[in-house]
């Protein structure tokens, strides 16, 4: 499950960490799904999480490996991406059921010009979840106003969604800080796991804010889980990877607002 936040001071992606089997039970628990790029955009991405000619490759290494060889300098080509990504998943159809190859990818950034920038590049019919997803994938790029939240892989409960959406307002009124919209997204994502088993508890949020390093943030739903580690990051050609993560300063509580 992916979640977005957008405000007048930067960008918020938060996903969970749970991979799950066709039949719904429960793959992983711990898998990444970002990846940071240059500090000025973060992509994730929700379904199909094992790639190529016998699925041996993680999703999250390919949505690495892809968004490094289509960057140059400090632009991006989702449209090069979205051709990667379509001869990796024909390379995988004859190990994976057609069914399950539904596949979403959800970058969010900052543009030079101050402008937030969202863009979906993905197999599925008017980026909706099917049954009969595409064997080819398209990228499409949209300019979010800065009150936008957006939801992808699961749907949320409109009550759910309308108050994270007034949480977002609240705190945009008193801090600049990107830090408790990270937390709001993670405590929504987290209330869908109580009652959706292919969405887990343990999230991670990446902030992107300009002229500013990006920061990512781990919220455990299981207070037991003693390591995580940050997306991977792109930083012109080098990729870094298995870096460790921290905790949320101080969570904040969270309800449904009348």
């Known amino acids: 499950m992916l979640m977005s936040g957008w405000t007048r001071h930067g960008v918020v992606l938060a996903s969970d960490r749970r991979l799950t089997y066709p039949d719904g039970s429960i793959a992983e628990d711990r898998e990444n799904k970002q990846v940071v790029w240059n500090n000025a955009l973060v992509m994730a991405y929700t379904g199909l999480a094992r790639l190529g000619p016998r699925a041996e490759e993680s999703t999250h290494d390919f949505m690495t490996s892809a968004l490094s060889r289509t960057t140059s300098g400090d632009s991006w080509n989702p449209t090069s991406f979205a051709d990667l990504a379509t001869a990796k998943l024909r390379s995988t159809r004859r190990v994976v059921n057609h069914k399950s190859t539904g596949l979403l990818f959800l970058a969010i950034g900052v543009g030079a010009d101050n402008r937030r920038l969202g863009i979906v ?138």
């Open 121 to 258: 590049i993905t197999n599925l019919p008017d980026a909706g979840w099917s049954e009969q997803p595409n064997m080819s994938f398209r990228a499409t790029t949209y300019q979010m106003p800065p009150a936008s939240i957006t939801v992808h892989g699961q749907r949320l409960h409109p009550a759910a969604l309308n108050s994270v959406s007034r949480y977002r307002r609240r705190i945009e009124r008193h801090t600049s800080s990107l830090k408790p919209v990270a937390q709001i997204l993670a405590l929504a994502i987290q209330g869908a796991a109580m009652s959706e088993p292919r969405v887990g508890s343990n999230v991670v949020a990446t902030m992107i804010s300009p002229g500013t390093p990006s920061q990512s943030l781990y919220f455990p739903g299981d207070q037991s889980e003693t390591t995580a580690y940050h997306p991977n990051v792109i930083l012109g050609h080098t990729i870094l990877s298995g870096i460790k993560m921290t905790y949320p300063d101080q969570p904040i509580r969270f309800r449904y607002l009348p």
